[in-house]
């Protein structure tokens, strides 16, 4: 295989997926239709990233058989090729907040049992100061030190706006003194984004997709990250917590489901400083129906956030709108 000229290909090619830090073309060759990964250039990184996605892919082959797999890497220029998975994007048929399919349930858990039984020999290197396993506050700790930097790092231009929308000076102060309250757990390979868009179904299986936020970490974070992000509605959200605790080993789910609600309280506030800034970035671009969507959306963000900072739900798109004229005038 030509792998310069199918990434030549793909660069030229319009139609794309694209999400933060990745674009995906679908490119077909002699061999058959393969998926181009190529990293944004000057994304802003908003997640804790540890690990490259490749090295994750080759560490979870041999246990979770419905992801990517991995053709070709190429370090420089920076591009991945997966073989290309035919289906449909669950965000495509069932869109936030609606009911799955009973079987995309399962699949989920599935997965995340089958990442929670790689031994950690398996898995890439780790960073000399990672936390030890078991050591789920270090962890949540290690979580809002990042969400913490994204708020100072923007403080400077987003000063004004995070004040309109009731984003506290210290938005981590309410959960901080919380975080040595977390059971140990066994740490598991996560694979900490899996939501809607993220998913392919096919032929009555779930694929799994982006595989770069992967984290050695508390499986009781992933369970939370997939709730924040999924937004099922309460039956299933119900159910899929029933079949996790069913499921997985007794230790990586011990704990009361407090520890769910502070991973959860985490993200929400995350949530409202990190789309605050992807928002209003997307508006300058976006057309009228996409603002008024964004809009909406991030309002509600911020409503639920406010709930965990004790706020009253007052955040309108009206006065999202007026926070963020100055980014859709451009």
Request: aromatic share 10%.
């Amino acid at each position: 295989m030509n792998w310069p000229a199918l990434y030549g290909e793909a660069l030229r090619e319009g139609e794309a997926a694209a999400g933060y830090y990745n674009r995906n073309v679908g490119v077909p060759t002699p061999e058959g239709k393969v998926n181009v990964r190529i990293p944004l250039e000057a994304a802003d990184v908003m997640d804790v990233r540890v690990w490259h996605e490749e090295d994750v892919l080759t560490c979870i082959r041999p246990y979770v058989p419905r992801a990517p797999e991995l053709r070709h890497v190429s370090r420089s220029p920076r591009f991945q090729v997966h073989h290309f998975i035919d289906g449909r994007v669950l965000d495509s048929f069932s869109p936030r907040g609606s009911a799955v399919p009973d079987h995309v349930m399962g699949d989920v858990v599935e997965v995340m049992d089958a990442l929670a039984r790689i031994p950690r020999e398996k898995t890439p290197p780790l960073p000399a100061d990672w936390p030890a396993s078991g050591d789920s506050g270090g962890f949540a700790r290690l979580l809002a030190r990042l969400t913490q930097q994204v708020y100072d790092s923007h403080r400077d231009e987003y000063g004004t706006v995070f004040a309109d929308f009731g984003i506290p000076d210290e938005p981590l102060a309410v959960v901080e003194p919380l975080w040595d309250g977390l059971a140990s757990r066994p740490f598991a390979v996560l694979h900490s984004d899996l939501h809607r868009k993220n998913m392919i179904v096919s032929s009555g299986s779930t694929w799994f997709l982006d595989w770069e936020l992967a984290l050695w970490g508390d499986p009781m974070y992933e369970i939370g990250i997939h709730f924040h992000k999924m937004d099922y509605p309460d039956h299933q959200r119900a159910e899929v917590f029933r079949q996790w605790r069913t499921r997985l080993p007794k230790s990586s789910t011990a704990g009361p489901a407090a520890n769910l609600d502070l991973y959860l309280a985490h993200e929400r506030i995350k949530s409202a400083i990190v789309d605050t800034i992807r928002y209003s970035k997307q508006l300058a671009r976006a057309d009228e129906p996409q603002r008024e969507f964004l809009i909406e959306r991030l309002a509600r963000k911020l409503n639920v956030a406010r709930a965990v900072w004790g706020e009253e739900p007052t955040m309108t798109p009206e006065r999202v709108a007026q926070a963020l004229a100055p980014w859709v005038q451009g």
